[in-house]
């Protein structure tokens, strides 16, 4: 799947209070790529990627999924869509509280309508070491194991594209590392698209190709000064 994003922008507020998070980013993402998306905090980073995931409208701009454009599609059909198509992980995770870690996996099939593919369910549960945890509610698991959580309910309707914001953001390094080292365990594996965003160098280096982003404007590639950010 082809995503192709021309000169969209993102324009918050109004008057004197008008911030440009983003200014006429232009990307592409082929099929199976693993992109990293790096750039400080409030450079812009997250509302790329909910223009990118259909969760966001732009201000001006395109974006299209294998030549169909997405903001063009009806709420309900835009919903469906990004249910079907895409994984989200989050920095907060946002697993619900009394759902038990099976039942948060397994979300995104029941809003659905459908069933799971059990053999599937049990390939990613061992992948990402969560196999014993499954009967635990969040509360009872630690920060990277809810995100590893986070991440089977995130590929249990066998997205395309998985979008990752600050994955890591809310873990100590050595979880962190775990669930990135995890995330491309199965991006290798499973030959889904990724995209990570992050304001962490280390886990930028770990993808083929690398974005930044500064003050709303994107450019492709390692930036001199980078490693910086
Ligand atoms: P990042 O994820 O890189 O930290 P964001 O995309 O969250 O950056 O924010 C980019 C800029 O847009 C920041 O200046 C932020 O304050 C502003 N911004 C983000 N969301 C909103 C919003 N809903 N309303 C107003 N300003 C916003
Ligand atoms: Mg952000």
Redesign the pocket.
């Known amino acids: 799947m082809l995503i192709k994003a021309e000169n969209i922008s993102?324009v918050?507020?109004s008057g004197a209070s008008q911030?440009t998070?983003?200014h006429r980013a232009n990307l592409e993402i082929a099929s199976g790529e693993f992109l990293s998306i790096m750039?400080?905090?409030?450079?812009?980073?997250?509302?790329?990627?909910?223009l990118l995931s259909g969760l966001d409208y732009p201000t001006a701009g395109s974006l299209s999924y294998d030549g169909q454009e997405i903001y063009q599609l009806r709420d309900r059909e835009l919903s469906a869509f990004r249910r079907r198509r895409i994984g989200f992980i989050f920095q907060q995770f946002h697993l619900l509280p009394v759902l038990t870690a099976r039942e948060n996996i397994l979300m995104p099939l029941l809003l659905d309508k459908k069933q799971a593919d059990s053999a599937y369910f049990d390939e990613l549960t061992e992948l990402l070491g969560i196999r014993d945890r499954l009967a635990h509610l969040p509360h009872e698991l630690s920060g990277g194991q809810q995100q590893r959580v986070a991440i089977a309910r995130a590929l249990i309707a066998k997205p395309d594209i998985i979008f990752a914001?600050?994955p890591t953001g809310n873990l100590d390094s050595k979880s962190g590392a775990e669930v990135m080292r995890m995330l491309k365990n199965i991006w290798e594996k499973m030959g889904r698209t990724l995209v990570v965003?992050t304001?962490d160098h280390r886990i930028a280096q770990m993808a083929a190709r690398k974005v930044v982003?500064v003050d709303?404007v994107l450019s492709e590639g390692e930036q001199k000064g980078a490693e910086v950010l």
């Open positions: 993102k918050y507020g911030v998070a983003l750039g400080p905090s409030g450079s812009g980073k997250s509302t790329l990627l909910h914001d600050e965003i304001h982003i709303g």
